[in-house]
């Protein structure tokens, strides 16, 4: 029990920025006479960075991932506004083509989530699928947010191949010294759902609405469960792209260069070159990097 709790309160402090974004949110009701409500959320994600930063709640490289991603979720509201899926209707002066400037922060909140649970949770992932798979599955994903408006959604044959990849992969996460096990197929699924949790709350704040939501607040489709799952994976590959660059450049020059000599030589046993990884078997395994 006492591990639950500290989970729980780790995952609150994981989430303390989607949190200060949601009562941003609330509170952008009360100042509509000042400021416009899209530009006041602006104002205070900016400002809640710059103080997650300056405390140390964040680090740099943290605050790059979610610099990313908001620029990721930018261009997909970009594209997703213009075609209809859904729209932010009241008037701000950041708005570009029908945006706003803070709805990239609502992707960049779920960035800050994963950086924050890898660090605090010491997060390390076993049996990773090879980079080149990841990197496609992440792609594909991403290009069938778009895709699907002019060719059949191929979502559900993405998850077959998420499925096939990922199977035997699994997060390992650290609480008090002891060690838990997730496989990863769950850790998406279940972050998906929570996430879908939080839009039904913005959308009843007013963050954004759907087309079937401007005469009257209705709950978000069960269907955007699965693209916000899909939003996780991508974060994942991303995120764990990142950090593992990030440690081998941190190795001393020697020891990388040993490590690569050893890699080379185990695919040339195996009978693959030296840019193929075998499924299952990856350099952050080989070089036992924590992800």
């Excluded at 943290?62 to 930018?74: A, Y």
């Excluded at 590959?237 to 050893?262: H, S």
Aim: hydrophobic share 50%; aromatic share 18%.
């Amino acid at each position: 029990m006492r591990h639950f709790l500290l989970f729980i309160k780790e995952q609150a402090l994981c989430c303390i920025f989607p949190v200060l974004v949601f009562i941003l949110l609330a509170l952008s009701h009360l100042f509509t006479g000042i400021i416009y409500r899209y530009d006041f959320i602006l104002a205070g994600c900016l400002g809640a960075q710059y103080l997650l930063y300056t405390l140390k709640f964040e680090t740099p490289d943290e605050v790059l991932v979610i610099c990313v991603f908001h620029l990721l979720g930018l261009l997909m509201e970009l594209f997703k506004t213009r075609v209809g899926s859904w729209s932010y209707p009241e008037y701000a002066m950041t708005k570009v083509f029908g945006v706003p400037l803070y709805c990239g922060f609502m992707y960049a909140s779920v960035a800050s989530y994963m950086c924050q649970a890898w660090r605090r949770l010491k997060l390390k992932l076993y049996n990773w699928p090879n980079n080149r798979a990841a990197r496609l599955i992440a792609v594909f994903i991403y290009l069938n947010f778009f895709s699907n408006h002019f060719i059949p959604d191929f979502r559900y044959l993405i998850a077959v191949f998420i499925i096939y990849y990922f199977r035997k992969a699994f997060v390992e996460f650290t609480i008090e010294g002891r060690t838990y096990r997730m496989p990863v197929v769950l850790s998406y699924m279940l972050i998906g759902f929570f996430i879908w949790l939080a839009e039904n709350i913005a959308t009843r704040l007013g963050a954004w609405k759907y087309a079937y939501q401007h005469h009257a607040w209705a709950m978000v489709n069960f269907q955007k469960i699965s693209s916000w799952a899909f939003l996780v994976i991508v974060s994942y590959i991303i995120v764990a792209e990142l950090k593992t660059f990030k440690q081998m450049e941190n190795l001393p020059e020697p020891e990388k260069k040993k490590m690569c000599e050893k890699n080379d030589a185990r695919h040339k046993q195996i009978g693959l070159t030296p840019n193929e990884h075998k499924p299952g078997i990856n350099y952050r395994q080989q070089y036992r990097l924590p992800a």
